[in-house]
């Protein structure tokens, strides 16, 4: 690449997911995101469109960025990981298998037909997804390698689970430095579906997108889902609010404690190491649980840093 000193230092970090898009300016030393810009045209919206489609839009966040930052772009690598690589995005590319390592070497990338911005020539290199026998993900395995490159997770990578909280969110287990096995739960998603869909939409207005995280209504949600199980709990959100129990805003957090709980229970007695990256309400909610649930060797990672799982998954490409 022609490059000078300072360019090299930087890389351009793209996730790409079904319903949104991310492009992050990144110093390599540091990890520290020099500008981004995201929007909501995922990979969905241009499912079945010719390659260019893609190159368009990726030029016009370049364009973006540069305004934010008022830095020039030149040459910079570009990775792009997520569901650009999925059997509906820009191209299909195979699902790595275990032995997975943690290393990056497991990892299956491919460069893209190259393009032109600004006079200077740009190979995006596509990273693929992650399978098991019976489960797949496509994204969540660059945050994952990210998360375990740091020293406060690695100490931990000869046994334990990880969790990445999230629409779909990933358990996956970790044995001598490599996975071995996932599962996924719909937890994210069965919220809006639940809070959109279902009868108990009635008792989950729409207007109350996001309440402040109530820790007493989340704990009876996941008191109630230990003692009851999920499908007899459900209901107690409609029945709650009809019977004046609890608020709107209340059966957010109860729905959402009966949800975390329930996923967090797949966990309950395993007696090793359970790491976890999320922020904001989310790790509130799944700190909560886990201590509910006696999870004795429960370890959150940095809030501070959790933004920054796929950046740092895509970096280690940069030292295979």
């Not at 309440?211 to 709990?233: C, D, H, Q, T, W």
């Not at 509130?284 to 950046?311: D, W």
Request: charged letters at 20%.
């Amino acid at each position: 690449m022609s490059q000078n000193r300072n360019e090299e230092l930087r890389f351009l970090s793209c996730d790409w997911g079904t319903s949104n898009f991310r492009l992050r300016l990144i110093d390599l030393s540091s990890r520290a995101v020099l500008a981004e810009t995201t929007n909501d045209k995922g990979i969905a919206l241009f499912s079945g469109l010719e390659s260019s489609a893609y190159v368009t839009h990726l030029c016009d966040a370049f364009s973006t960025l540069e305004e934010k930052s008022g830095l020039a772009l030149r040459n910079e690598p570009v990775f792009v990981s997520g569901m650009a690589s999925s059997s509906i995005g820009w191209k299909e590319l195979p699902y790595a298998e275990f032995p997975f390592s943690l290393n990056a070497e497991s990892l299956i990338s491919m460069p893209l037909e190259s393009f032109d911005y600004h006079k200077h020539t740009y190979v995006p290199i596509l990273i693929s997804g992650l399978a098991s026998s019976e489960d797949v993900m496509r994204g969540e395995e660059t945050e994952l390698l990210g998360m375990m490159s740091r020293p406060e997770a690695l100490v931990y990578a000869d046994d334990c689970w990880v969790v990445l909280p999230g629409t779909h969110s990933k358990h996956i287990r970790i044995v001598n430095q490599q996975v071995v096995d996932f599962h996924t739960h719909m937890t994210g998603e069965l919220f809006n579906l639940l809070r959109q869909q279902s009868v108990l939409k009635h008792s989950l207005k729409a207007e109350v997108d996001n309440p402040e995280f109530n820790e007493e209504s989340f704990i009876s949600g996941v008191e109630r889902v230990m003692a009851k199980g999920l499908s007899a709990s459900l209901f107690k959100v409609r029945s709650s609010s009809l019977l004046k129990e609890h608020s709107v805003a209340s059966n957010f957090n109860f729905l959402s404690g009966m949800l975390i709980g329930n996923e967090m229970q797949a966990l309950r007695f395993y007696d090793g190491p359970i790491l976890i990256s999320a922020s904001g309400a989310m790790i509130r909610g799944y700190n909560c649980a886990a201590a509910i649930m006696g999870l004795k060797q429960y370890h959150p990672m940095s809030t501070e840093r959790h933004h920054l799982l796929a950046v740092e998954g895509q970096a280690l490409l940069l030292k295979r």
